[in-house]
Nanobody, 126 residues
């Protein structure tokens, strides 16, 4: 059974950092692109970052570029999102999702992703 489980969220002050993890199971991560998305209260789903299966291609939303870094460790079946210089507007539930191997280069369009985790809450507040 294919699963994605996010962790690492929490409450952090503005300017702080968090590292989110997305642990996958039920499939061979090596062949699949992964995306991170977020949804703030009262807002729609926003694509944050995505990474190709070989980690050779990464994409970031303009709102997070230069502050967030996506990476993957296929041997650990895990994809990470390092978030630095966090701002209150980064507050949201963060989701990871997996797209089909044919999805190259990966995009920040949620409709390209087939399976999703349950999400982890990130709150940036003083």
């Amino acid at each position: 059974q294919l699963q994605l489980v996010e962790s690492g969220g929490g409450l952090v002050q503005p300017g702080g950092s968090l590292r989110l993890s997305c642990v996958t199971s039920g499939f061979t991560l090596d062949y699949y692109p992964i995306g991170w998305f977020r949804q703030a209260p009262g807002k729609g789903l926003e694509g944050v970052s995505c990474i190709s299966s070989d980690a050779g291609t990464t994409t970031y939303a303009r709102s997070v570029k230069g502050r967030f870094t996506i990476s993957r460790d296929n041997a650990k079946n895990t994809v990470y999102l390092q978030m630095n210089s966090l701002k209150p507007e980064d507050t949201a539930v963060y989701y990871c999702a997996v797209a089909r191997p044919s999805n190259y280069p990966p995009t920040l369009d949620g409709s390209d992703y087939d399976y999703w985790g349950q999400g982890t809450q990130v709150t940036v507040s003083s």
